[in-house]
């Protein structure tokens, strides 16, 4: 699997435990006996995922984690502690962890956690880019249908009226969803994210609700769920129509008394949580197919807001591919680039069917291969130049586009030699991700 992992434990035997069953399923392993080692080896290796114990002297689990994010905020993390608490957990989810794994634990609960990483890797539609260090700005907006959005976000925010985002992938709807967060009196509390379509449908009820000891097999200790992590917060379920039927009845109560059980527990607990839902997928046709509850759609839908996609607000084409240079300008330390007239015509004469992600990513294209500080129209990719053309993916390779990956290529060969192979500085200069050039480096078989 072209998929790698960094094992972190200052208990040999528990990292050579770990570095054998994942070398078994196919993974790329990497161990280090604590977080200076482990830092040492994010500098010069690609790593997907850091599977690390919080109890370790000098650099502890959670400050590994946020210097790792700091490094590169796309690797996935998972905690391990034989001493979890509710807030220990909020505080790991909260600065970026995935999940978190309480000892002893069962071989299966590690693999589990890494499938449903793998899985949320390729069920989201990205098409190679960094979207982990996102705000809010790319809400900000002169289309009048956004202004209304974001108008009615900030009236609804300071409320417990449960809200259900609609949206194309990639318009922005879990921007939206922190938005709502963080214009709340909760914004000092947790914000959890769920991706329910993200996670095995046999695993959700498990992760939302949690469970107690001996509920089944592999259950060796007691987890509290994502809603009991976020009492006194938000919690934000992307993808609402993916969930199963037995989840929906349990969510269904929740919503009714917020209050539920854990698997295979009788004690029933009490939160406060406000509810932020989202889908891409149209709801009330779910409910007339009888795939969705009728009962728990109109519970969501209280308040629904539709964020519009980027063809229908055009007018913010121009300031949103400003703000991505700005980043990647800040990222390498280079002065900014900017596109010229002409340029910013064509972005906004195209149709964008992956919308804002998509334009982070033409964005990022566009810094790595033009040598200037001005980005012209020919330096744009041949299908918004030529909108008859198929879309990536789709397309034939022609002349220009041969061209354009040679550049590139040569461009990071160059950029390697410079940073004396040094992949995060080489990231760094070329204003992208860590991720990103990892898949390029593959992409160009660039050793």
């Not at 080692?37 to 850091?50: F, G, N, S």
Request: proline letters at 3%.
């Amino acid at each position: 699997m072209n998929f790698s992992i960094l094992i972190v434990d200052d208990e040999k035997n528990v990292v050579n435990l770990l570095e054998k069953m994942l070398k078994k399923q196919g993974y790329t392993t990497y161990c280090a006996l604590n977080g200076k080692e482990a830092l040492e080896i994010i500098d010069i290796k690609q790593i997907d995922l850091v599977i690390s114990d919080i109890r370790m002297p000098e650099i502890d689990g959670i400050s590994l984690l946020k210097k790792v994010k700091e490094i590169d905020p796309a690797i996935e993390f998972i905690l391990i502690t034989a001493f979890a608490t509710v807030e220990t957990a909020v505080e790991a989810l909260r600065i970026g962890a995935r999940d978190y794994i309480i000892k002893p634990f069962n071989l299966e609960d590690i693999t589990a956690a890494i499938d449903k990483i793998n899985k949320s890797a390729s069920s989201e539609d990205v098409q190679d880019i960094d979207q982990a260090d996102k705000n809010e700005t790319y809400l900000k907006s002169k289309s009048p249908k956004m202004i209304k959005v974001m108008e009615l976000i900030r009236q609804v925010a300071d409320t417990r009226a449960t809200v259900m985002i609609y949206g194309e992938t990639g318009t922005g709807k879990e921007l939206a969803a922190q938005a709502l967060h963080n214009l709340s009196a909760r914004r000092d509390k947790a914000f959890i994210k769920v991706n329910c379509a993200a996670i095995p449908e046999n695993l959700l009820e498990s992760e939302l609700f949690g469970y107690e000891k001996g509920a089944f097999t592999g259950a060796v200790t007691k987890k509290p769920g994502r809603f009991e992590l976020a009492d006194g917060g938000s919690i934000f379920l992307d993808e609402i129509g993916d969930v199963s039927a037995a989840v929906q009845v349990k969510l269904l109560r929740v919503l009714q008394e917020r209050e539920f059980e854990h698997l295979g527990g009788t004690k029933t607990i009490k939160v406060d949580v406000r509810i932020i839902a989202a889908s891409n997928k149209d709801l009330q046709e779910l409910v007339k197919k009888g795939e969705f509850r009728e009962d728990l759609y109109y519970r969501l839908n209280v308040v629904p807001v539709t964020i519009p996609p980027l063809r229908e607000r055009k007018e913010d084409i121009s300031s949103i591919a400003s703000d991505f240079l700005l980043k990647s300008a800040s990222i390498s330390g280079k002065n900014p680039k900017r596109f010229s007239e002409k340029a910013v015509k064509r972005l906004q004469a195209y149709s964008w069917p992956g919308n804002i992600r998509e334009l982070e990513n033409i964005v990022e294209r566009c810094v790595v291969i033009t040598g200037s500080d001005m980005i012209e129209e020919e330096d744009l990719p041949s299908y918004i130049l030529n909108p008859s053309e198929p879309e990536p993916g789709k397309q034939s390779d022609s002349r220009l586009e041969d061209k354009i990956d040679s550049v590139e290529k040569d461009t990071i060969i160059k950029t390697l030699g410079e940073c004396g192979g040094n992949r995060t500085k080489a990231a760094q200069v070329l204003g992208i991700s860590r991720r990103s050039l990892h898949r390029k480096l593959s992409k160009y078989s660039i050793e």
